[in-house]
Nanobody
Framework: QVQLVESGGGLVQAGGSLRLSCAAS????????MGWFRQAPGKQRELVAR???????HYVDSVKGRFTISRDNAKNTVYLQMNSLKPEDTAVYYCAASAQITPTTSAYPYWGRGTQITVSS
């Protein structure tokens, strides 16, 4: 069982930056693929970025060059550094964990409760 707790959300002006953190419980954190998802009102949940246990990363096109996912296995924590934020980045951001290397959304069994990011124009 893995428990995930996100932090770092809030209100920021367009062009600003935020860093999200996701603290994970469990001794097997280093073997999981970790993902950051977001869901805006009226929209489906989408994968924003993921990082495998081998530190391979993947980003959705809309955040490439602006967001960076990283992990610190010693701290059981995954991060999402978000720069040059835009109003369309406004959403609830979720952290998720999967034992698969490149999982689909449905293959993440462990989810945090989410943290709200609001980007004002």
């Amino acid at each position: 069982q893995v428990q995930l707790v996100e932090s770092g959300g809030g209100l920021v002006q367009a062009g600003g930056s935020l860093r999200l953190s996701c603290a994970a419980s469990g001794r097997t954190f280093s073997s999981y693929t970790m993902g950051w998802f977001r869901q805006a009102p009226g929209k489906q949940r989408e994968l924003v970025a993921r990082i495998t246990w081998q530190f391979s990363t993947h980003y959705v096109d809309s955040v490439k060059g602006r967001f960076t996912i990283s992990r610190d296995n010693a701290k059981n924590t995954v991060y999402l550094q978000m720069n040059s934020l835009k109003p369309e980045d406004t959403a609830v951001y979720y952290c998720a964990a999967s034992a698969q290397i490149t999982p689909t959304t449905s293959a993440y069994p462990y989810w945090g409760r989410g943290t709200q990011i609001t980007v004002s124009s």
